[in-house]
C-alpha cells in the first residue's frame, strides 16, 4: 500500500523554466530575503524561492529606493521576483526592470491581504475585479520575455470564489502558473485553508501548473494537497519559518513514505547560525540594523527546552552579531 503513495519528485517547468522540485517558498514580506532563500536551498528539497514583493510604483518612481531591494542572486536562479500594483502598465515598466537585473521568473502579488496593501487595490484586493486583475497579467506578459506567475487568494470577499474565474482568464492572456493559496483575503492566516478551491482551479485550467498553498505543515500534509488537489506542486510559507529543513523533510516523505525527525535543539542553532551568517554575508544593511531584523526570524527556531522562554527572550533583545553567535553557540554546544 506504502507504494502507491510515494511521488518521484519529477522537475517542474513553468514556461521554459526547468524547477528540479515541485516544492516552492512562498515569498513573505520580512522574511525571505537572500539569507533564508539561500539556506532553504542549501538544505535541500526547495525547487523555486520567491523574493520578497516590491512595490511597481516605487520601481517606477524611485529606482535608487527600489535597487535597494534587488537581493536575488544569479546563483540562486531559478528565482522568482514578486512585484505588487494596481495599474497595467506600471506593473509592466517595473517587470520590465526586474528581468533586466536576472529575474527568472516575473510574480504578481494578489495575495495579499494586509490593509495597507489592500487599501490601495493591490494584491488581494485585485480579485474583486477579475477583468481588471487579468489586464495587469496581460500587460506584464506583453512587457517581458520570461514567465510571469500569478499568487493570488480563493477570492477578497469572504465565500466569493474568484480564484478560479481569475486563473482561467489569466491562462488565456499569457499567465504560465498560479499558486493559490486557499483562504479568502479576510481570513488573514486564519481558519483552515479549503483545498477544494485549489483542486476546482486546477480542473478549470487547461495546461499550466497550479500551486497549492495553505495548511502544509508537514511530509503528510504535502501527500494529501497533491491527492486532494491534483495541484502540480506545493509553496510553503509561514510553517518554514524557523523550519528552513521542512523541504527537505517534505521530499524524504514523498519520495520514501518515511518521516525524517526533527531536528535536535543544538542542529536547530546550528542551521539558526547558519541562517545569521547568511544574512550578514548577504545584507547591505549596517550590521545593528540587520541583527535587528534577525531578531524575529532566529527567535522562531524554537531554542529553548519546554516550557522555557529563556533562550527567545535573549535573542528578541540582542545588539550585536557576536552576542547573536553567543547565545547560539551556547546551544549548539550545550543544548541548552
Not at 498560479?178 to 487547461?206: E, P, T
Not at 495548511?215 to 491527492?227: F, I, K, P, S
Amino acid at each position: 500500500m506504502l507504494a502507491q503513495t510515494l511521488t518521484t519528485l519529477k522537475p517542474l517547468y513553468i514556461g521554459d523554466i526547468r524547477v528540479d522540485s515541485p516544492l516552492m517558498l512562498a515569498p513573505m514580506a520580512g522574511h525571505t530575503n537572500l539569507a533564508l532563500r539561500s539556506l532553504c536551498r542549501e538544505l535541500g528539497g526547495c525547487g523555486l524561492v520567491c523574493t520578497e514583493l516590491i512595490s511597481s510604483n516605487i520601481v517606477k518612481n524611485s529606482r535608487e529606493r527600489a535597487l535597494q531591494r534587488f537581493d536575488w542572486r544569479a546563483s540562486e536562479s531559478p528565482v522568482a521576483v514578486q512585484l505588487f500594483g494596481v495599474q497595467p502598465q506600471i506593473v509592466a515598466e517595473a517587470a520590465r526592470v526586474v528581468v533586466d537585473h536576472g529575474a527568472d521568473i516575473v510574480d504578481i502579488n494578489m495575495g495579499c491581504w494586509v490593509p495597507k496593501i489592500a487599501k490601495k487595490g493591490g494584491g488581494a484586493a485585485l480579485l474583486r475585479d477579475v477583468k481588471a486583475a487579468t489586464a495587469v497579467v496581460e500587460a506584464v506578459v506583453k512587457a517581458v520575455d520570461v514567465p510571469v506567475t500569478v499568487k493570488v487568494r480563493s477570492g477578497f470577499e469572504d465565500g466569493v470564489v474568484t480564484a478560479l474565474p481569475f486563473a482561467v482568464a489569466a491562462e488565456a492572456v499569457g499567465a504560465q502558473a498560479v499558486a493559490v493559496h486557499a483562504r479568502f483575503a479576510g481570513q488573514g492566516h486564519g481558519g483552515a485553508a479549503d483545498w477544494d478551491v485549489i483542486a476546482a482551479v486546477k480542473d478549470a485550467v487547461r495546461q499550466m501548473p497550479i500551486i497549492g498553498n495553505g495548511d502544509v505543515h508537514t511530509g503528510e500534509d504535502a501527500r494529501r494537497m497533491l491527492d486532494a488537489t491534483g495541484c502540480d506542486a506545493v509553496m510553503v510559507g509561514r510553517a518554514a519559518l524557523g523550519r528552513p529543513w521542512l523541504f527537505q523533510q517534505i521530499a524524504a516523505y514523498l519520495e520514501t513514505g518515511l518521516s525524517l525527525p526533527e531536528p535536535s535543539r543544538a542542529e536547530r542553532a546550528r542551521i539558526a547560525l547558519r541562517h545569521a551568517e547568511l544574512t550578514l554575508e548577504t545584507t547591505d544593511l549596517p550590521e545593528h540594523v540587520a541583527v535587528r531584523e534577525m531578531r524575529g526570524q532566529i527567535s522562531k527556531y524554537k531554542l529553548d527546552a519546554p516550557g522555557a522562554v529563556q533562550v527567545r527572550n535573549r535573542l528578541v533583545r540582542i545588539d550585536s552579531y557576536d552576542e547573536l553567535e553567543s547565545i547560539l553557540l551556547e546551544v549548539a554546544e550545550t543544548g541548552v
